[in-house]
Structure formats: structure tokens, C-alpha cells
């Protein structure tokens, strides 16, 4: 079942943070966060893991939460190159083929 | 970048016609996948491949087959065209050795059913 992402869009301002939430209603085992640039194809940001850390890199951060089957992505300090639509995915458990079902996403504006 | 190849990058073409979309990746890599987007549903996944003539499917796999000969080529097939497949195709490969569960993306394919 598709994870559900809210909110469906948001505008920002440069240098305004942002959150992205994704939830299911199925047990997870990892979260996938990827960004797709108009016209472009999707590119994998990071995964979180059952058990694992939170993780993240440059000003992109995100947290998944086992318990509520919830994860969140945090863009702090928003940049031009942040504009995108943001996609997280989902695995109900542990396999080696990354049959990850996504959700609708959401778009984020970035105006300077 | 993952080379990932995807053709035609473009097609039209009519209802009840026969579509094969072609993904050819020089990675070596044992995993393929065939996902569809569309606005409002995201990327929903049509079949996948783990080696080999092993195919399995995914959340949306009826009017599609899929074919895998070779390693680096995953085929997707529409044996008769409809408007409702009209979308843009994206095909995918995972390292199973890297252990991230990190999807490469081929930079699309769009196709319109008239």
C-alpha cells in the first residue's frame, strides 16, 4: 500500500526550512527519500533503516520512527537547488531487491 | 552515473498497437525494475527483475509483460496499447552488493496512447 506524504506542496522563501512526512499503515523496514528535478529523472537522497540512526547530509536530515511507522524529511535553511518534488518510499521488510513503493510525493518551491 | 539507457526516450503511438520500451544498463547490476509515473500517483512499480529470465511483479503489472534475456537489457512490453498507459516510464537498477537499496533512474521514457 502507497505511503501517504503530506504536505502535497509547499512554497518557500530562501533560507526557510521545511517538513516533508511521509506515513503507512504497514510495518516498515526502511524509508527512501529520493528528489526529482522537473524533467529529470528521480535521485536517491538516503535511506533509513529499522533500528538504524537518523541520518543526513550537507542540510538535508530526515528521522524514521518504527513505532509510528512515520518518517520525516528536514530541509533547513532552504536553497535554490532544493526545488523538486520529494518522494519517500517504503520497504515492509528486509529484501534484496529494492522493491520500494513510493508515495505521491511532494513538490517544494524554493523563491529567493 | 549509473549508465543507464532508455529507448525510445520518446513514443506516440494508438490505442491497441503493441510498445516495447527498451533499458539497457552497463553496471552489471542483477536487479531491474520498471516503475510508471503520473501525476498524483508518484512512481508505481510494474515488474522487476532479479537475474536472468527471473521476473516477478509489481503493484501495477496487468497490460505489461516484461522480459530479461540478458543481464543488461529489461524489456517492457504493452501487448495492446491503451490511452490509460500513457505515462512516462522509468527504469531502475540496484546494487544488491552495496546494501543501501540505493534505485539508479534511466532518465525516462515518454509515451502518449492515442
Known amino acids: 500500500q502507497q505511503p501517504v506524504q503530506s504536505p502535497q506542496a509547499v512554497i518557500l522563501r530562501e533560507g526557510e526550512d521545511a517538513v516533508i512526512n511521509c506515513s503507512s499503515s504497514k510495518a516498515l523496514y526502511s524509508v527512501h527519500w529520493y528528489r526529482q528535478k522537473h524533467g529529470e529523472a528521480p535521485v536517491f537522497l538516503m535511506i533509513l533503516l529499522k533500528g538504524g540512526e537518523q541520518k543526513g547530509h550537507d542540510k538535508i536530515s530526515a528521522s524514521f520512527n518504527e513505532k509510528k511507522q512515520q518518517s520525516s524529511l528536514y530541509l533547513t535553511a532552504s536553497q535554490l537547488s532544493y526545488s523538486g518534488t520529494y518522494f519517500c518510499g517504503t520497504l515492509p521488510g528486509y529484501s534484496s531487491a529494492s522493491k520500494i513503493i513510493f508515495g505521491s510525493g511532494t513538490r517544494l518551491s524554493i523563491r529567493p | 552515473d549509473a549508465g543507464i539507457t532508455q529507448s525510445p526516450r520518446h513514443k506516440v503511438t494508438e490505442t491497441g498497437t503493441p510498445v516495447t520500451l527498451r533499458c539497457h544498463q552497463t553496471?552489471?547490476?542483477?536487479?531491474m525494475y520498471w516503475y510508471r509515473q503520473d501525476p498524483g500517483h508518484g512512481l508505481r512499480l510494474i515488474h522487476y527483475s532479479y537475474g536472468v529470465k527471473d521476473t516477478d511483479k509489481g503493484e501495477v503489472s496487468d497490460g505489461y509483460s516484461v522480459s530479461r534475456s540478458k543481464t543488461e537489457d529489461f524489456l517492457l512490453t504493452l501487448e495492446s496499447a491503451t490511452s490509460s498507459q500513457t505515462s512516462v516510464y522509468f527504469c531502475a537498477i540496484s546494487d544488491e552488493l552495496a546494501n543501501t537499496g540505493e534505485l539508479f533512474f534511466g532518465e525516462g521514457s515518454r509515451l502518449t496512447v492515442l
Open positions: 553496471e552489471n547490476h542483477r536487479y
